[in-house]
């Protein structure tokens, strides 16, 4: 029996910065409603999917910065989108901000989980590579503080098993990275699950703003082919609080192909019907890793360098 895992790509339009977060849910619903009725059992959302991207800020109080940030996942504003997707007996994966106490210690992430088709999370991820600054730097249009706001993620990239085969998280930077997939290959993904915000406009090298579009793709088509995995593409996009933020979600087979795409900036559901086992086209042949690939002519790979 060949896996087949219909999966919806829910790419999300602009976020204002004070725009209620049940405002967000009705507008998450409504696009999980959609995929209902075309057959998905899984639906992806981008990073940081409940709020605006508030990164692009620098905030010196802490408490502002926490208004972003969840304490708890389902929480009361969030349940209606657990309850809705386990009526319809759907998978969800979504992007937020998480603030966390363990052993009384608060520690703050860029998480993404996967939910299972009875609203059960199986799977949380804390992103690995987190981009930008610490401090305000007050030359740029716009801020990118994630690396003031959260910590890295200190557990590798690894799938969970869940609709019948092996998926994976990374978040937005994360895609950039051939390390990314090739570490969840090498555990077995099957399907990776990405959620992206990205400016058209990099401040410190603002000559590559014509290329954004092109390295979206060039990096999730490049990490599906060389790994032999599916790849979920997933953007925040369009005109937020004056900044804008490529589009581009998209669905990549195995072999590299866009199989599905949005066409818009705004709330967009795209979906395919994808055959898991279809990653072994790619894994038993030109990619087989236990036949062709020289672990140890590559020591720098693991390395500090
Ligand atoms: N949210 C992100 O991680 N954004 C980054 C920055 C560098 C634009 C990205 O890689 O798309």
Redesign the pocket.
Known sequence: MPRHLVVGAAQLGPIARHEPRAEVVTRMIWLLEQAAGRGCSLVVYP??ALTT?F?RWFMPDQAEIDTFFETAMPNATTAPLFERAKELGLGLSFGYAEKTVVDGKVHRY?TSIIVDGSGEIVHRYH?I????HHEHEAWRAFQ?L?KRYFEPGEAPFAPVEVFDGQIGLA??????WPETYREHALRGTEMVLIG????VH?PPAPEHDHL?CFH?HLSLQAGAYQNGMWVVGVAKAGKEEGCDLIGQSCIVAPTGEIVAQASTLGDELITADCDLDRCAEIRTNIFDFKKHRRPEMYPLLSAKV
């Open positions: 990073e940081l991207f990164p860029n992103k590579h987190l981009p930008g990118h994630e978040i937005c930077n994360d895609r950039r992206y915000n990205t400016p990099y954004q979206n």
